[in-house]
């Protein structure tokens, strides 16, 4: 089923950056997002194109090219891709000024204000129903709310550029469940909807640049493996106080994520090596039953292919040796366990639902299926006093497991825009995306102090003297890759504990 469209090539872009995240320097991947996004337009009768730049070049001439071909622009986002995200979005109206393009993705909604100066609207949560409406109701003739322009020509804040584009159809976009568009006093006004989803096929096929290799290089100056995403649902069923992860659980057909790996091993091919699948379900546990039959359809599909899944999952369900026999037969060779703590009262403070002996105890489950345990841990709860962070690095090299240990993220603004409580004890406007600098101050110890404390857990987990500790290929790559990030973080990461005292002694004095 197709309607025809006057906006017909849309193109959808990912920015990327470059952050501090070990796996983003060792291998290509995609977020799910924009290519489920094109799928969804697909079907709407426009003709989508994904853009990542982990694929390809962020350059004059592809922005050139997007600004000439294309008739309106979705950029998706996370808080750390953001900056570069406003960045692409002014180059482009820079090009076209009345080129149409919305923002979206996680946690973007908050920062909407910042993007509104080059982005014609902000789309809150999911956009496979949203985007295709908010692009059709784009296509009316224009509307301008009143005295918006004025307003807007004398604001300092909106170039006369995003001006026009923000006064187009005003009413009718904020109409949008989750919209977010410029009010006529030239500040954001949310569309507080609930938003509606859908499912439909993740369009691998549409990403420029699809392949076994990234074009960007990656900290070791060759080009990335890919590593491919795929999802069976979004959000979790849990709350996790620390998390963000969206609370509303969606799940997905098997069907649908089958056609999705039927066309991710088609495009892989069967001559060029291994395939590797990572599934970025935040809560691949919620119904244990119908992870075991996705399971099974996957060890089906994929029989006599080379191929590694891999899968962030929590530690309680890895008790039941059907599901990690499962997870063994279906390829997956590693799990990323989210054990966050080593301390009993930071999990409880943080409702994590688990204890240290079920961390224990999900790394052997793991060994014994054959399956590499990495362990996700973070540090800064304000449980934490400076030996609860120090006992994560010392279990880490105890239990010989790969992992990465990251500083407590904290939003300062929620999805509406609204500050949070917390918000006075944020450092960085996007401290969420931390993944090796300290950007909140922890009740127990100071911001530095636990920098301080990082940056030697880091030279401890990262040692090449490590090595001894594992036997397989994935965890002795890993942690070469881990090692040499490090070497070339570490310079920032030191500077980051005097820039971190420097401006909390000036918060104290001002
Ligand atoms: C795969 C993944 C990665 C991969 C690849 C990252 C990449 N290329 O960007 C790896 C493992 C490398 C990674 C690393 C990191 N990640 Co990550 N990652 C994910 C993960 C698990 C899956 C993303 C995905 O495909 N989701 C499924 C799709 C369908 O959902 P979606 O992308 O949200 O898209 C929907 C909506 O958001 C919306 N939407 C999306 N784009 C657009 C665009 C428009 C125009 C519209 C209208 C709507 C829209 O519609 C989509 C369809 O419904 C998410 C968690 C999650 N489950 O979503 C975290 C997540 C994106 N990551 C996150 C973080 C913090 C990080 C790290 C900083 C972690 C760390 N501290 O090291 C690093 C940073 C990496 C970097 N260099 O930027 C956060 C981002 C927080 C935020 N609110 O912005 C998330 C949300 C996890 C979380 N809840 O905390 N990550
Ligand atoms: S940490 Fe994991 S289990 Fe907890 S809310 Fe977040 S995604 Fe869910």
Redesign the pocket.
Known sequence: MTNQTSYRHIALLEP??A?E?V??EMMG??????P??AGALAREGFEPRVFAE?LIEFDRQLLDRIAREYDAV???L????LPRGLQVAKALRQRRPEIPI??????TSAYADHLLTACTAV?R????V??PLMLRAMEAPLMSPPGYSELSSSSSSSSSSSSSANTRNYEELYNIPGAVVMAPNGRPIYNRDEVPTADAPVRYDLIEGFGRHTVRDGLFGCPKEAIY?M?AS?GCIRSCAF???DKHYITRSHDAVMNDLELLLRLHGHATGIARF?L???CLFADIDATKELLRKIEYATRGRDVSFSV?FHVAPTVDNELMKLFHDAHFTSLALGFESVSQKALDSQRKGTTVAMNDLAIDQCRKHGIVPYGYFVVGFDSDDESDVEHIFDYVVKRGIIA?V?PVGIMNRDEFGETTADADRVLSDTS????VFVSHRPARMSAARLQTIINRGHARITSLRRMKDFSTKYERNFLFGQNRCFAVWRPAMEHHVKYLRKITEEKRYS
């Open positions: 990327s950056v952050s995240c796996v983003t991947q995609v977020r799910c997002g924009a489920f996004l982990e979705g950029i998706s996370t808080l750390n891709t919305i923002a979206g993705g996680p946690s789309l949560g999911r956009g496979e949203t985007l995403s999802f979004t998390c963000n992860s990572m970025v379900d935040d962030q990465q990251l969420f995306g931390a993944t």
